[in-house]
């Protein structure tokens, strides 16, 4: 393991980014060490490992590309359109293990400090262990959905059964058999939860308060004939990805929705149906989250095929959002709607009657009803985006906090960069990166790169200082809201907007006009790097 404390750069993070960032560090031959609060690699799939967690991006772009080692690309084969967690992990440790990164890795350490000196151009970043590193370049690569939101519940410290956040499961298993559960939560943790712990637990409750537009996933295995085929143009499918608004292998857009009848919206609908997965929210109408009669169009439509399945209609009704379709996260569902037909699954409305406290037996709600319950799992989300990075007590110029800088509201340039924190680059972690609208691996590889790139343009110009202007920033975060408010979304709650957390500032924490458009924007800074001031 490489111990050094002073190196070219320092990384926070040993998932997707991390070990993209570790490569492209030795690829341009500066020193490096990164710093993972977990055990081992993985990131996000290190810490998710609740029943039936798996990605909502198809496996053959749920990986690295041949932007990250090509040999690589044709080495590993995923077992389902969808691979599930344990799978993801072990495809990450394979990674690190043939590209030989874990010696760069310090692992079980968090960074508690990271703070810029100007006499020296350099980053002095402390753990919790008491090591103090020095840095020319701060990278933090710990995603966008690290930080978990554990919601402040009376009464939680008597309960005498199990409680879980599910992003801080155990390593080992939990018996759910012959268990009453609660599910606290109705996102796309929950929809991926739910149909996998009923099939063993005595009785499985979900407290739900705003319902999600969940898409049926399709999932199925993929065997090696599969694979031949993938192989033979997978690099024609991450191109297509790339040029895809949110970096997916779809077709693009079917057209404005306002521009056509009804029975040319439903035979769109209906198609991209039978296809699964997150082909609704990116192959079908360019108006979608734009126009709001369009969106009706795909809310109404959705509202029929849950009444397809769920058989009981006032369930149905419950299931059934009333938010704009793509105005928060559309989980993937493997069986969710279809697991509320079981005698063994209901559901608990906290939105008109919520949760009052947690006692030595169960759950208690406001009006007095009490759910006796063994197992509460909390899938309640993430502080997203700003929440580790403040963790990790980011100090700029003059000592400046990240978090006294983003007091009103987080803002970047690019998402990459913040004026006044010179030589950090924020890997698929900052906010107004498009991260929540684009699939990761294309974003991170595209991200990555530019920052490769850019730390290749200092070593060959000997710069060893670099902080972006704020008129860069500021035009930046103009075109963000001007393109965020002409959609739909700032007028949902949810994480998007920062309002699952009780006091953070309210706004769209995403890029949301597209992959294409964000790349085209990214390399433009860098055709004469003049939003950049050097030394």
């Not at 402040?152 to 008597?158: F, M, N, P, R, S």
């Not at 004939?225 to 292998?249: M, T, Y």
């Not at 006294?404 to 970047?412: F, H, I, M």
Request: aromatic residues 12%; contains cysteine.
């Amino acid at each position: 393991m490489t111990n050094s404390h002073e190196v070219d750069a320092v990384v926070v993070g040993a998932g997707f980014s991390g070990l993209y960032t570790l490569r492209q560090l030795r690829e341009l031959g500066l020193s490096a060490r990164a710093f993972e609060a977990g055990s081992d690699v993985g990131g996000t799939w290190y810490w998710n490992r609740y029943p039936g967690a798996r990605s909502d991006s198809d496996s053959t772009v749920y990986s690295f590309s041949d932007y990250f080692n090509s040999d690589l690309l044709y080495e590993w084969t995923w077992s389902e359109r969808y691979p599930s967690q344990p799978e993801i992990r072990g495809y990450l440790g394979w990674v690190a293990d043939r590209e030989d990164l874990r010696k760069y890795i310090t692992f079980s350490t968090k960074v508690v400090g990271a703070e810029f000196d100007a006499t020296t151009n350099r980053w002095t970043i402390t753990t919790d262990g008491g090591e103090t590193v020095s840095a020319r370049y701060f990278i933090p690569a710990v995603g966008v959905l690290s930080k978990p939101n554990m919601p402040d519940i009376a009464g939680l410290e008597t309960f005498g059964g199990q409680w879980f956040h599910t992003s801080r499961m155990p390593e080992d298993e939990v018996d759910y058999s012959g268990k009453r559960v609660a599910v606290i939560g109705n996102g796309a943790t929950a929809v991926q939860i739910i149909p996998v712990v009923a099939r063993t637990a005595a009785h499985v409750q979900e407290f739900s308060r705003n319902p999600y537009h969940c898409l049926p996933g399709r999932n199925h295995e993929l065997d090696e004939d599969d694979w031949k085929v993938i192989h033979s143009s997978h690099l024609e499918i991450f191109e297509q990805a790339r040029n895809n608004f949110g970096g997916f292998p779809y077709p693009d857009m079917a057209g404005e929705g306002a521009a056509m009848t009804d029975d040319e919206k439903r035979l769109v609908l209906e198609r991209i149906w039978r296809k699964g997965g997150l082909t609704l929210a990116f192959s079908t109408f360019s108006d979608v989250a734009l126009d709001k009669a369009t969106n009706d169009v795909v809310v109404d439509f959705l509202r029929e095929k849950i009444a397809a399945v769920v058989r009981d209609p006032e369930r149905a009704a419950r299931l059934t959002a009333t938010s704009p379709f793509v105005s928060k996260r559309p989980p993937i569902e493997h069986g969710y709607y279809a697991a509320f037909n079981r005698d063994n699954v209901s559901i608990v409305d906290m939105k008109e009657n919520p949760i009052a406290e947690v006692n030595e037996t169960g759950i208690r709600m406001a009006d007095g009803t009490q759910h006796d319950v063994d197992i509460i799992l909390f899938a309640t989300g993430f502080d997203a985006y700003t929440g580790a990075l403040f963790d990790m007590n980011i100090r700029g110029i003059d000592g400046v906090s990240l978090a006294q800088r983003w007091a009103d509201g987080p803002s970047t340039f690019l998402g990459m960069t913040v004026p006044g924190f010179p030589n950090m680059f924020l890997h698929y972690c900052g906010p107004q990166n498009p991260a929540i609208l684009t699939n990761g691996p294309t974003l991170i590889e595209q991200q990555g790169k530019w920052i490769s790139d850019f730390l290749a343009h200092m070593r060959d110009n000997g710069y060893t200082y670099v902080d972006a202007s704020p008129s860069a920033e500021e035009g930046f975060m103009e075109m963000h809201n001007t393109i965020a408010n002409a959609t739909l979304i700032p007028g949902t709650a949810s994480w998007w907007t920062g309002t699952n957390v009780n006091g953070k500032p309210s706004g769209l924490l995403s890029w949301c006009g597209g992959f294409p458009e964000y790349r085209r924007l990214c390399d433009e800074a860098v055709a004469d790097y003049a939003p950049f001031s050097f030394a």
